[in-house]
């Protein structure tokens, strides 16, 4: 199945957590919690302005980003459990 987020939504899968601590401690599931970080599957095609003028996203897909801990709602698209948050839940794109 494809899936295309409208205007300003982007569709994101949550980075997988270390299950261990530097120490070699194993942190069980019931415990971890949601990482907040990310990779942008897709996106909508952006915010209209008032005018009637389409603004781009800022994020494209591929992109490494930070999210707010309770943003969007959570989806399962094709067996792989995905988030769908709206861009200006986005704190920012992670570069090396």
Known sequence: MKFKPLHDRVLVKRVDQDTKTKGGIIIPDTVQEKPMEGEVIAVGSGVRTE??????????????ILFGK????????DGDDLIIIKE??????ITK
Not at 51 to 63: E, H, N
Not at 70 to 77: N, Q
Not at 88 to 93: C, L, R, T, V
């Open 51 to 64: 005018d009637g003028k389409v603004t781009p996203l800022d994020v494209k897909a591929g992109d490494k």
């Open 70 to 77: 309770w943003s969007g709602t959570e989806v399962t698209i």
């Open 88 to 93: 200006a839940d986005i704190m920012g794109i």
